[in-house]
């Protein structure tokens, strides 16, 4: 039996021994894996390839049974990590690194070219360098393997920046088919890398086996967060001696070994986030150093830490101290108002028009608000710590909240650290109500977040007391509602009417930010692309920006021609528009979670009056569809009244987040959405 653990999903946080030389398991944000103490492991389930020589089946492979579009594999990606004493440099971390692909494909015949960069400071002592490198290829000639050797002459070093060399290589005669492997150790001074680097069991092509062990003497402590969402094939951890080639220092240790199988290559999916919060991987952080007989050294922080740092820093709370320059807007504010939530709208409302968001993110002030309030421009922290400024100076509860963008990655609460953040939004409390603002959005209605802050959590970092996380929900959702009214003509085979949109929510905010400064025509140019067989006239955009919190409307004339019609039938589609023409989650299964960013309400209503004599032939079933909890809702509806055929379609998507087993649930619902906007229906005439 094998030590086979099971994806989890839920956060904790805690140690395996009450003695050094450990790793803090810290388990967050859904990407996570439960460590239980070590089991037996059988021989069939173990892989101990040996360096320099191939199995007969890796070369006779053409392709990846578990991939067929894959252009390589890695049959085999090892790290192991160990600490060493040394007299000239102290303590060093060694990083023995064993790669093996398979090429399937010639488009993989690159991975044979290979740089290895690392630190090469000033001083001898803060220099890194790589030692014991080896590299084979493995080819099949005449039925037979070949094995050539990496000519050590072939070898180059490189300076590649102001601190940094690359050791380059190319592995010789590499072929489709072939496999290459190589392996070198990097030696690092701690003083230069005190924590082993990210080791990531996943990458763009799929890997067969995946393997990272360490061996951690007792006098360092290091945190470890792991992400992802695939299973441990081995999880192994047993005490050691360690000989770190110091009397002083030898003594107990921890060794481990980490082993991830079969794992698929990484691929973007719909609704996700940033690629960095799937992949599966190890990350580490050193808390602290405990030498025999000297005081222990910390390096963890603690969120008051980081709250400390942020309050002190000239760049972030010398800002929120500096306000003079806002005192004559204050007035003005002050004076046309007494209400707290009118100010807080009139104060969001002067710093959205008046500065212009350069286009930076992160957490430092660029050259201070006061040149940036002259300048009329600045970063995101720039803008929404003055914004936060003057709505303190109103009087208002107003703070600072720490996020990290989309793009930036999802925050391990368990780990402070401010490097976890990118970015800054501005929270006010009047009564029992918060509000988020940010000021960056020229067209956004207050509290309305940009979409890339949308990213599950904040940190506020108030004026006075202990910080606090907040949940950073979206406000509203994904909203359209189009509408159509139209006159069928059989004969001619022509439908011609108006069609009317709306714009509200986040869907509102995307219109606005692509064409509120652009000329009518471009939005014109557009629409007529996004329905090219439509003849369009009179075309008209109601509230580009007049009234943030009310909707964009758009409407036109239209007519559209079937060349296909025949006399007495007519064919059609009643989602003329609002149809949904493809589900956008096609793969078969998903091991990721799914991340919308907001909810979905999409509404299509369409009226179509027939000419005397005509009817609708057969009426399609009411369809309506539920997902589970209320997470969302699809009905469609066609009757006729009259001469006039009705059509009711809404999608309503109210839950963001769902799990991997509920991905089968949402697929099918999109997939129900799509079937019932594909069919047509059929207009007959009747006879007397």
């Given at each position: 039996m094998h030590d086979f653990l099971p994806l989890t999903y839920f956060c904790c946080m805690f140690s395996f021994f009450p003695h050094r030389g450990r790793l803090r398991i810290v388990l967050g944000q859904a990407l996570a894996f439960i460590f239980l103490f070590s089991l037996k492991i059988t021989a069939q389930d173990d892989f101990k390839p040996k360096l320099g020589t191939i199995d007969r089946p890796s070369?006779?492979?053409?392709?990846?049974?578990g991939d067929s579009t894959a252009d390589a594999v890695y049959l085999y990606d090892s790290g192991d990590v160990s600490f060493l004493y040394d007299d000239l440099k102290g303590f060093v971390m060694k990083s023995k690194m064993w790669v093996r692909i398979k090429i399937l494909k010639e488009s993989a015949l690159d991975r044979a070219s290979?740089?290895?960069?690392?630190?090469?400071?000033?001083?001898?002592?803060?220099?890194?360098?790589?030692?014991?490198?080896?590299?084979?290829?493995?080819?099949?000639?005449?039925?037979?393997?070949?094995?050539?050797?990496?000519?050590?002459?072939?070898?180059?070093?490189?300076?590649?920046?102001?601190?940094?060399?690359?050791?380059?290589?190319?592995?010789?005669n590499v072929k489709k088919g072939a496999v290459i492997e190589y392996s070198y150790t990097l030696v690092s001074p701690m003083s230069v890398r005190p924590?082993?680097?990210?080791?990531?069991?996943?990458?763009?092509?799929?890997?067969?086996?995946?393997?990272?062990?360490?061996?951690?003497?007792?006098?360092?402590?290091?945190?470890?967060?792991?992400?992802?969402?695939?299973?441990?094939?081995?999880?192994?951890?047993?005490?050691?001696?360690?000989?770190?080639?110091?009397?002083?220092?030898?003594?107990?240790?921890?060794?481990?070994?980490?082993?991830?199988?079969?794992?698929?290559?990484?691929?973007?999916?719909?609704?996700?986030?940033?690629?960095?919060?799937?992949?599966?991987?190890?990350?580490?952080e050193l808390a602290s150093i405990t030498f025999p007989g000297e005081m222990?050294?910390?390096?963890?922080?603690?969120?008051?830490?980081?709250?400390?740092?942020?309050?002190?820093?000239?760049?972030?709370?010398?800002?929120?101290?500096?306000?003079?320059?806002?005192?004559?807007?204050?007035?003005?504010?002050?004076?046309?108002?007494?209400?707290?939530?009118?100010?807080?709208?009139?104060?969001y409302g002067f710093i959205q028009k008046y500065m212009k968001w350069d286009g930076y993110t992160g957490l430092r002030s660029g050259d201070g608000g006061k040149k940036a309030f002259d300048n009329k421009k600045g970063n995101a922290c720039d803008i929404n710590l003055m914004l936060?400024?003057?709505?303190?100076?109103?009087?208002?509860?107003?703070?600072?909240?720490?996020?990290?963008?989309?793009?930036?990655?999802?925050?391990?609460?368990?780990?402070?650290?401010?490097?976890?953040?990118?970015?800054?939004?501005?929270?006010?409390?009047?009564?029992?109500?918060?509000?988020?603002?940010?000021?960056?959005?020229?067209?956004?209605?207050?509290?309305?977040?940009?979409?890339?802050a949308l990213n599950g959590v904040g940190r506020l970092i108030p004026k006075k007391g202990a910080g606090r996380f907040i949940i950073i929900s979206p406000?509203?959702?994904?909203?359209?509602?189009?509408?159509?009214?139209?006159?069928?003509?059989?004969?001619?085979?022509?439908?011609?009417?108006?069609?009317?949109?709306?714009?509200?929510?986040?869907?509102?905010?995307?219109?606005?930010?692509?064409?509120s400064t652009e000329p009518e025509n471009v939005f014109q140019d557009d629409l007529k692309k996004l329905v090219p067989e439509?003849?369009?006239?009179?075309?008209?955009?109601?509230?580009?920006?007049?009234?943030?919190?009310?909707?964009?409307?758009?409407?036109?004339?239209?007519?559209?021609?079937?060349?296909?019609?025949?006399p007495g039938v007519f064919y059609f589609n009643p989602m003329l528009a609002g149809r949904w023409a493809s589900n956008p989650l096609k793969a078969k299964?998903?091991?990721?979670?799914?991340?919308?960013?907001?909810?979905?309400?999409?509404?299509?209503?369409?009226?179509?009056?027939?000419?005397?004599?005509?009817?609708?032939?057969?009426?399609?079933?009411?369809?309506?569809?539920?997902?589970?909890?209320?997470?969302?809702?699809?009905?469609?509806?066609?009757r006729q009244v009259g001469s006039v055929i009705q059509v009711n379609s809404s999608v309503q998507v109210n839950k963001v987040r769902f799990l991997p087993d509920e991905y089968d649930y949402l697929k099918e619902f999109f997939e129900r959405v799509v079937q019932k906007h594909s069919q047509p229906l059929v207009i007959k005439k009747q006879s007397n």
């Open positions: 070369l006779d492979m053409t392709a990846y049974v290979v740089g290895l960069t690392y630190y090469y400071g000033n001083n001898f002592k803060e220099q890194e360098w790589i030692e014991d490198l080896k590299g084979y290829t493995y080819n099949l000639e005449n039925g037979q393997i070949v094995t050539t050797e990496l000519d050590k002459k072939s070898i180059k070093r490189e300076k590649s920046s102001e601190y940094s060399y690359t050791t380059k290589f190319n592995l010789p924590k082993p680097d990210t080791w990531h069991f996943q990458g763009s092509v799929p890997f067969k086996w995946s393997e990272y062990k360490i061996t951690i003497p007792y006098f360092l402590d290091y945190k470890m967060t792991m992400g992802g969402y695939l299973s441990l094939h081995h999880n192994k951890h047993e005490p050691v001696n360690v000989d770190v080639g110091h009397s002083r220092y030898n003594g107990q240790g921890m060794s481990y070994r980490f082993v991830v199988k079969d794992s698929p290559a990484f691929v973007n999916e719909p609704y996700m986030t940033t690629e960095k919060d799937y992949l599966s991987k190890l990350n580490f222990s050294k910390n390096f963890s922080q603690t969120w008051d830490d980081v709250e400390k740092t942020l309050e002190e820093a000239s760049w972030f709370g010398g800002e929120l101290r500096k306000s003079a320059f806002l005192k004559d807007k204050k007035e003005e504010i002050s004076k046309g108002s007494y209400d707290p939530l009118e100010r807080m709208n009139r104060a936060t400024s003057l709505l303190r100076e109103l009087g208002l509860e107003a703070n600072p909240v720490l996020i990290s963008t989309r793009a930036h990655g999802h925050v391990y609460q368990e780990i402070p650290m401010i490097e976890s953040f990118n970015y800054i939004v501005s929270h006010v409390k009047i009564g029992e109500q918060e509000y988020l603002l940010d000021a960056t959005q020229p067209y956004a209605k207050p509290g309305l977040l940009p979409e890339h406000l509203d959702l994904q909203s359209k509602l189009e509408m159509i009214s139209a006159k069928i003509v059989p004969e001619d085979g022509i439908i011609k009417g108006n069609y009317a949109i709306s714009y509200g929510g986040y869907e509102a905010l995307r219109w606005r930010d692509k064409y439509w003849q369009l006239q009179n075309i008209a955009v109601k509230n580009k920006s007049d009234d943030l919190k009310g909707t964009v409307s758009v409407s036109c004339d239209f007519e559209v021609e079937d060349e296909n019609a025949s299964e998903r091991i990721y979670p799914l991340d919308l960013t907001t909810g979905i309400s999409n509404s299509y209503i369409g009226n179509f009056t027939l000419p005397e004599g005509y009817m609708l032939d057969e009426m399609p079933k009411t369809e309506i569809l539920m997902l589970p909890d209320k997470a969302g809702k699809f009905s469609y509806q066609v």
